[in-house]
């Protein structure tokens, strides 16, 4: 600042910025960015997502939807992070995003008469309440005109996508899977996925399983005609239990012949209209007659509690990813270090 003071006039550098330490990193093209908020565990990251975002920027737009106790990326009255930080919001996805270059905002459509022509992607993450009449039409109409939706309902949930979804040919399970094979320690209801589907873009890179706390099934339905893959199944040795009044009774769940037997899908992706598209790498688009949809029986996975385990995040935002047609940002990632807990036993 002392050699340069018209430069540090150009860039607009506060003298706070410049007590704290600011890198402020620019292109020929006249592109730049500056990060003046650093941590020792995350410096790396930050930068590398500095330049990421200044090469190669989608100017593409991801909406969450609200208004029906869906997971929050907002963040909390007097909270100074950009996004929400509690346990069973959606901050780090959204942060995520970001860092892929996305442009990330909840959105209010119920005061829309359709989902917004710069979306990308609309993801409905964890919805409790029912959506307005209005609503469904238009989030039927954004992906009959190419749109792309993610869709994550955890087990039981009071909402109304369900008929939506079944017109596609895709039925939640009114379930809960339980593994006691394969489980995060030992919770039979946190079952492993690792059985990924070897050819399609948003499972073909992974090799690591994610977890899904308290999921429920994803089944297609062979009589409606579609184009959808199952991307994630659960262990072999795992069962949908449906019979859950019986299981809240008695305290414990046992494999009935009402019930769906491992490997149990939790995920699917596709498109409602059977397009051609939905196998390629080319980006969803009206003319092709149909968008794409991925379909989750859990949102936890995605949560701040639940996103940097194994490989729920890769999995989340290459869904993400291939829903926007940004095939070439469907990767596996680096891990983060996080503070992680070791259960002992007696």
Known sequence: PNEEPVLVEEL????????????????????????SEFSSSQFEP???????????????????????????????PGEEAPFASGADSLGRAASALV?????????????????????????????TRPL?????????RYVAGGGALLVA???????????????????LGDDVIVDRALAVF????????????????ITSPLREPAIFPMVRSVELDPGVASDFTVLASTGRDSWAERDLEGWRSTGRAEYGEEDLLGPVPVAIAGSPAGGAEAEAGSEPSAETGGGRVVVFGDSDFATNEYFDALRNRDLFL????????????????PNISRASSFQMSQ
């Open 12 to 35: 607009g550098l506060t003298a706070d910025e410049l007590s704290r330490g600011v890198l402020h990193i620019s292109l020929a093209s006249g592109e730049s960015t500056a990060i």
């Open 46 to 76: 930050e930068i590398t997502a500095a330049l990421f975002k200044l090469v190669k920027s989608t100017g593409k737009k991801v909406y969450f939807l609200t208004g029906h106790n869906e997971r929050v990326i907002e963040p909390a």
């Open 99 to 127: 860092n892929e270059t996305y442009a990330v905002e909840p959105l209010l459509l119920a005061s829309l008469p359709d989902v917004p022509a710069d979306s990308s992607a609309l993801i409905i993450a964890g919805p």
């Open 132 to 140: 307005l009449p209005n609503e469904l039409e238009a989030i039927e």
């Open 153 to 171: 309902i955890d087990p039981r949930a009071q909402t109304n996508l369900y008929a939506l979804l079944e017109g596609w040919g895709v039925k």
């Open 186 to 201: 030992g919770q039979a209801t946190t079952p492993i996925a690792q059985e990924y589907a070897a050819d399609h873009p």
């Open 318 to 333: 290459n869904a993400v990813n291939w829903l926007a047609g940004e095939v070439a940002g469907i990767t596996v990632r």
